[in-house]
């Protein structure tokens, strides 16, 4: 079992960038496959990113292809979501979530994630 703790959100202007972070409790850290969610006011809440256990492997929405990048530090039970390039579009509470591999649903979706962090709200305005 694993509880993600999110940090790093903020107030940005558009072009700009911040790294959120998201440490995980737990000694099974790597045995989980992570993601990255964002919520809107308004709206249902979102795939961002995802990565496998050992980091080698990634996903992203067509949303932040090309601008947001997912990476993770097993030793020190971290995942990082490095956004460059804001948008104002990408205001939301963003989520860190934690999968344990049970392959019942696609990685888009969250029900394909166990444990989920409280959330870190990123504002993208001038």
């Known amino acids: 079992q694993v509880q993600p703790v999110e940090s790093g959100g903020g107030l940005v202007q558009p072009g700009g960038s911040l790294r959120l972070s998201c440490a995980a409790s737990?000694?099974?850290?790597?045995?989980?496959?992570m993601g990255w969610f964002r919520q809107a006011p308004g709206k249902e809440r979102e795939f961002v990113a995802r990565i496998s256990r050992s980091g080698g492997s990634t996903f992203y929405s067509d949303s932040v292809k090309g601008r947001f990048t997912i990476s993770r530090d097993n030793a020190k039970n971290t995942v990082y979501l490095q956004m460059n390039s804001l948008k104002p579009e990408d205001t939301a509470v963003y989520y860190c979530?934690?999968?344990?591999?049970?392959?019942?649903?696609?990685?888009?979706?969250?029900?394909?994630?166990?444990?989920w962090g409280q959330g870190t709200q990123v504002t993208v305005s001038s």
């Open positions: 979530a934690a999968d344990s591999g049970g392959g019942r649903y696609i990685y888009t979706d969250r029900r394909s994630y166990d444990y």
């Open positions: 737990g000694r099974t850290f790597s045995t989980y496959i």
